[in-house]
Structures are given as structure tokens and as C-alpha cells.
């Protein structure tokens, strides 16, 4: 029991550790909330746990080692996932002035909370490199002789997901404060603008050189 509970210590300690890592995940976060308040971050929180929990099912499936016999399949996400944050990236330097979210009617919200989910879920969804550390991390915690493995994979496939989602709404309710603070500031606006804009479009070409290790 005493070492189950120190792994599972070392396991939260480990997503910790990841989830304070600077990354696209977080810049979209910020971006998002600083952009288009806090609705629309928290629905981007919302995708990118969904892609994580589709991380987990894949990892569970095997997909890194198809990685691994193919190649290329790993290239394709790569690229696809480069091409992605590259969008968001450029679309974010081409906006204007922060939107005003004061009397934003239900429907209009809606549609901005559903294309945030999609943000979130692909820009996820469409890095290897988030598939290959569920591959990496989550066996390293799972004892073959405490029960079964299907069960221990996806408790702590449930953990990494809440987790990330605790993280992810923090990050959430940071920028849409950033946000409210920007609106007093035009030149504040234009420096996040081209602050989170510069930095996914610096993730995407990051992306582009990453290799299979």
C-alpha cells in the first residue's frame, strides 16, 4: 500500500512538473482567455482534455509503437499539428483589437465556446509528442501483479486528464484576467497580440524538427 501511494505521489508530482512546462497548450490558454474571456477558455480546457483522454486510449491501444514500425505516420501528425498552430498562430497576429464580450447574446457565445473546444481539442489531438509521453509515463506507474492493467491504465489515464483540466482552467481564468486588464491598454493589446501570436507559430516550427526518440 505505502508503495502504491508513493508512486501515485511521484505520478501526480511528474504531471505537475509537465503541466507547469511552458507550452502551445498554455499559450492557447492564455491567448484564448485574454482574447475571448473566460467562456470561451474554459471551453478550449474542455477540448484539450478531451484530446488528452483520446491520448490515453490511444497509448493504451498501442498507437506509439505504430509510430515506431511506420514512421511516417508519426511525420504526418507532426506536420498536421505544426500546420495547425501555425494557423492559430497567424490568425492571432492578424487580429485587431480585443473584442467587446459585454452584451454578447447566447447564440453568439455558444458558437464561440464550440469553435474553442475544437481549438483545444486539435491543437492537442494533433501533437505526437502529447501521445508519446502518455505512451512513456503512464506504464512506468502500472504494477502488472496489483490487478489488472486495463483498470490501472485508465484510473491513472483519468488522473492525467483532471489534472491537466485543474491546470488548464488555472490558466483559463489567468488570461481572461489578462484580458480585463488589457482593455484599458491598446498598446497592451497589440504586445499580447504579437507576444502569443510569435510564440505558436514559434511551437509550430519547433514541432516541425521534432523526431521520434
Known amino acids: 500500500m505505502g508503495r502504491n501511494m508513493a508512486g ?11 503541466y507547469l512546462l511552458p507550452g502551445p497548450d498554455m499559450i492557447l490558454l492564455l491567448q484564448t482567455g485574454a482574447r475571448q474571456g473566460k467562456g470561451a477558455a474554459l471551453a478550449t480546457a474542455v477540448g484539450l482534455g478531451i484530446a488528452r483522454g483520446c491520448h490515453v486510449a490511444l497509448a493504451a491501444l498501442g498507437l506509439a509503437a505504430l509510430f515506431k514500425a511506420a514512421p511516417w ?35 453568439t457565445a455558444k458558437l464561440r465556446w464550440a469553435s474553442s473546444i475544437k481549438r483545444g481539442l486539435f ?30 491504465f485508465a484510473i491513472l489515464g483519468m488522473a492525467l486528464v483532471s489534472v491537466g483540466f ?20 491598446p ?23 521534432v523526431q521520434q526518440a
Request: glycine letters at 6%.
Open 166 to 185: 485543474l491546470f488548464d482552467s488555472a490558466y483559463a481564468l489567468v488570461g481572461a484576467a489578462l484580458g480585463r486588464w488589457l482593455q484599458r491598454s
Open 8 to 18: 501515485l505521489w511521484l505520478f501526480f508530482m511528474a504531471l505537475a512538473v509537465v
Open 73 to 107: 505516420t508519426f511525420d504526418v501528425v507532426r506536420l498536421a499539428g505544426a500546420a495547425y498552430l501555425l494557423w492559430i498562430g497567424i490568425q492571432c497576429l492578424r487580429t485587431t483589437m480585443l473584442p467587446n464580450l459585454n452584451g454578447t447574446d447566447a447564440t
Open 123 to 152: 491543437t492537442n489531438l494533433l501533437n505526437p509528442k502529447a501521445l508519446l509521453f502518455c505512451s512513456v509515463l503512464l506504464p512506468q506507474f502500472i504494477d502488472p501483479h496489483a490487478g489488472s492493467v486495463l483498470t490501472q
Open 187 to 209: 498598446s497592451a493589446q497589440r504586445l499580447q497580440q504579437w507576444l502569443f501570436g510569435s510564440l505558436l507559430i514559434g511551437f509550430a516550427v519547433r514541432l516541425t524538427f
